[in-house]
């Protein structure tokens, strides 16, 4: 059974630091783009960094750029989202997604397999 399972998610205060995880299993992240997306309520779901498999490319979204750091662990067949600096802004629900190709792309319908979500809460 292919699944991703998000973990990490929680309340933190502005300034704060948060790490989401996403472990993968019935298949082998290695070869996968994988990304991470979120969406805040009333808002569409948007892409907030990717990185592809064959070159470790990396895509971030503008507002996360040199706060947010995509990761991957091959040995454990995961992902992980380090986010500093959060904001208010940054509060919505975070997905890990997986992609059968290399290249990554920015854009979630280009992503078949999908974590649950974890929440994210960034608020005095």
């Known amino acids: 059974q292919v699944q991703l399972v998000e973990s990490g998610g929680g309340l933190v205060q502005p300034g704060g630091s948060l790490r989401l995880s996403c472990v993968a299993s019935?298949?082998?992240?290695?070869?996968?783009?994988i990304g991470w997306f979120r969406q805040a309520p009333g808002k569409e779901r948007e892409g907030v960094s990717c990185?592809?498999?064959?070159?470790?490319?990396?895509y971030y979204e503008d507002s996360v750029k040199g706060r947010f750091t995509i990761s991957r662990d091959y040995a454990k067949n995961a992902m992980s989202l380090e986010m500093n600096s959060l904001n208010t802004e940054d509060t919505a629900v975070y997905y890990c997604?997986?992609?059968?190709?290399?290249?990554?792309?920015?854009?979630?319908?280009?992503?078949?397999?999908w974590g649950q979500g974890t929440q994210v809460t960034v608020s005095s």
């Open positions: 019935g298949f082998t992240l290695d070869y996968y783009a």
């Open positions: 997604a997986g992609r059968s190709t290399p290249i990554y792309s920015s854009s979630l319908y280009e992503y078949e397999y």
């Open positions: 990185i592809g498999s064959s070159d470790g490319t990396t």
